[in-house]
């Protein structure tokens, strides 16, 4: 399928600016695209003491609104659930987290706009990090 692959190649384009955003911000980057049955994580990263967990939308062309347009519509309890895996194989449930978002608009290519929104507040009701 066409669409997905394109869906793909932009996700991994975005992905790859975050990463390097993020990098001149400071952050060490830990883990991509982290799999667990209970959902996946962009990016996992060390910023100073914290463990964070960054989701990266990319969006080419204004038709489906801005990247953190789409920051309330994220499966945030999938996320969260993720984060606890990683954190508990890697024997780090007592290290501070927090959840970060990185837009990547793309509607300029030669000029990408990223954004950055820290510390977003997630609901507690399935979080033991």
């Not at 990016?43 to 489906?64: K, N």
């Not at 969260?80 to 509607?107: K, T, Y």
Request: positive net charge.
């Amino acid at each position: 399928m066409a669409g997905g692959r394109d869906r793909q190649r932009l996700g991994a384009r975005g992905e790859a600016l975050a990463a390097d955003f993020l990098r001149r911000r400071g952050y060490r980057i830990l883990a991509r695209n982290y799999r667990t049955r209970l959902g996946e994580l962009d990016l996992v990263a060390r910023h100073g003491r914290e463990i964070v967990f960054i989701e990266v939308r990319t969006r080419q062309g204004g038709g489906f609104g801005t990247p953190a347009e789409s920051v309330r519509r994220l499966k945030q309890s999938r996320w969260r659930r993720a984060a606890v895996v990683f954190l508990q194989q890697q024997d780090w449930s007592d290290r501070p987290c927090r959840f970060d978002f990185v837009g990547v608009d793309l509607s300029d290519e030669l000029a990408p706009d990223i954004q950055l929104l820290q510390n977003l507040i997630l609901p507690e009701d399935d979080f033991q990090g």
